[in-house]
């Protein structure tokens, strides 16, 4: 497990356990980490976890994302790291320890470079990328099965695939009443999942889903009247 402590002027406000997929963090009330600050935007940022790597990316907000100081686009997790989000820190920690020994059990590990973890977190890379390397014999793609765009493919090459109103999303879904984000797509070493946001209601092979859930190839994703196929279909290898 790992864990988020967000503080404020150096105070302690909030714990929380990091979801087994996606952590939204922001100022809107639909967000796993809410951080009510006219400064942070209403969707700021997002932990992805794949396989042991943690990566925080920053959704275009207005104010950014900072790693240990320094404002990033993504940035992969290392515990005991710090994120900066406006006025807020939020420790990134691989153990919920007892306030009083927080600070100094994280400098330690710091100075120290915790070579005992260190290792561990070598070997489990190193078992993650075979697992990305097997999986990368595989092509997942989204197709548009309805509508004007009927038969435009999407290759799901990045981490995170969204669907929404928003113009910021990878693929429009249009609607008076769709939300920003309805749902997305996200690689993990282990397939693709589809995960859904509270007001997106999408439906898989005919039926709504309400937690994440993972897509086989073939899975049939519907979205506001909007049919999307997924494939993942083995990629042709040379043979000898």
């Not at 900072?66 to 790291?81: C, P, Q, S, T």
């Not at 092979?205 to 999307?228: A, W």
Request: charged letters at 25%; hydrophobic letters at 35%; one cysteine or more.
């Amino acid at each position: 497990m790992s864990y988020l402590n967000v503080y404020f002027n150096d105070e302690l406000r909030s714990k929380h356990e990091l979801n087994p997929l996606i952590t939204r963090i922001g100022r809107n009330k639909g967000n796993d980490v809410i951080i009510d600050n006219p400064g942070v935007s209403g969707n700021h940022a997002e932990i992805i976890k794949n396989g042991d790597k943690y990566t925080v990316y920053d959704l275009n907000s207005t104010n950014g994302v900072y790693v240990n100081g320094e404002r990033i686009a993504d940035k992969e997790l290392r515990f005991g790291d710090e994120i900066g989000i406006f006025k807020h820190k939020l420790k990134f920690l691989a153990v919920d320890l007892p306030d009083a020994v927080k600070t100094s059990a994280t400098n330690a590990s710091a100075e120290t470079g915790n070579n005992s973890n260190s290792a561990t977190v070598e070997v489990d890379i190193s078992k993650l990328n075979g697992l990305l390397k097997k999986s990368m014999e595989r092509q997942a793609a989204l197709e548009i099965s309805s509508g004007k765009f009927s038969g435009r493919q999407f290759k799901l090459t990045s981490p995170r695939f969204t669907l929404g109103k928003s113009a910021e999303c990878d693929f429009q879904v249009g609607g008076w009443f769709a939300p920003k984000i309805a749902a997305s797509i996200v690689r993990q070493s282990n397939g693709y999942y589809l995960v859904p946001e509270k007001r997106g209601k999408p439906r898989l092979n005919g039926k709504p889903v309400k937690i994440r859930s993972k897509l086989k190839d073939d899975s049939i994703i519907e979205i506001g009247g909007t049919i999307f196929h997924f494939s993942y279909h083995l990629q042709d290898m040379d043979r000898t």
